[in-house]
């Protein structure tokens, strides 16, 4: 009998397809959780995505499961004492999303400098006329200082972007030293508070973890530069949101680039929405349609490596 698996969200057929030759798919009818939690409650496998929270009482409704693979490189939806306490593997997905998701950090620091969604309402409303000038101005990405918090491999991946497109000159905080950083791209480490008070765009990509969690409040903020660009494309919790929004508002800050929010999806009327020196973007770092499938496939691979025996690539639990 081939192992049972379960996917909390619908899956590209190229993915159903390799799912199929090693295991049983057990499909549920989108919408209708009670049917979803009947299959769970029968899977040796789950394949979820990093926003679905993998709680004890969720895992209470699945006694079979050995694995949970979770299609996102972030792990922070794993209750991972609750998983070792039931021997169940948890593997995510690195390494194939660095790129996409440090372009999109790009995007981010290019729209929120060059004030881009906030000029493109501007042209759809009919707001622009002959003379505009220096109400259009925006900020030099190029050549400016860039601060990365969080020096992994998607950090990596922007500071290369920086330096060796932008000839940014780069600036790092990050738990241990990144030696391809510094002598490849010439990256400069810095305590945290240094970095702030220095760094022109400030991009924060540290996974969220209990250290993490929190790390820039009112008074991180206070110490950026009033001309700064911030870039969240972390999580949401790493910083103080509030804080933020003050900080936004008044002008302490030039602008924010957000992928990543303390709620998720941002409810209607947030507070983030009303200010047009924020760009807001719904939590897209890695969907492309190349890269979600890399990852969909890597995490199906973890997951049948896993219901197999085989020591997946990416355990995250061990
Ligand atoms: C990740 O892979 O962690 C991205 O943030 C998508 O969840």
Redesign the pocket.
């Known amino acids: 009998m081939m192992p049972k698996v379960v996917a909390a969200k619908p899956l590209r057929d190229e993915v159903k397809t390799y799912l199929k030759e090693h295991v049983q798919l057990l499909e549920w009818e989108e919408g209708n959780k009670e049917d979803y939690y009947a299959k769970l409650a029968e899977a040796d496998g789950l394949l979820t ?3 679905e929270p993998i709680t004890p009482e969720l895992l209470d409704r699945a006694p079979a499961l050995k694995v949970v693979s979770n299609i ?3 792990y922070n939806n794993f209750d991972i004492a609750a998983m070792k306490a039931r021997n169940i593997i948890g593997t995510n ?1 690195p390494g194939v ?1 660095d790129d996409t998701v440090a372009d999109l950090i790009f995007a981010l620091m290019l729209s929120a400098a060059r004030r881009v969604p906030e000029l493109d309402r501007y042209v759809r409303d009919g707001r622009w006329h002959a003379g505009d000038g220096l109400n259009l101005f925006g900020l030099d990405v190029h050549h400016r200082k860039l601060g990365i918090i969080g020096m992994g491999r998607i950090g990596e991946a922007v500071a290369r972007r920086g330096k060796l497109g932008f000839g940014m000159d780069v600036i790092y905080h990050n738990r241990s030293r990144s030696g391809l950083a510094e002598e490849q791209l010439g990256a400069v480490y810095k305590p945290l508070n240094e970095l702030l008070q220095e760094a022109d765009f400030i991009v924060l990509m540290t996974p969220l973890t209990p250290e993490t969690r929190g790390m820039l409040g009112a008074a991180e903020f206070a110490l950026m530069k009033q001309t700064a660009v911030f870039v969240n494309a972390s999580r949401g919790q790493t910083i103080d949101e509030q804080a933020l929004v003050d900080a936004l508002e008044q002008r302490k800050l030039y602008a924010a680039g957000l992928d990543v929010f303390e709620l998720e999806p941002l409810p209607a009327g947030h507070p983030l929405t009303k200010l047009d020196n924020v760009v807001l973007l719904p ?1 897209i ?2 969907a492309t349609e190349a890269t979600r499938l890399d ?1 969909a496939m890597l995490a199906a691979g973890n997951l049948i490596d896993a219901l197999y025996g085989k020591e997946p690539r990416n355990i995250v639990n061990e």
């Open positions: 995505t990093g926003g996102s490189v972030g997905t999303l939590h770092g890695s990852m």
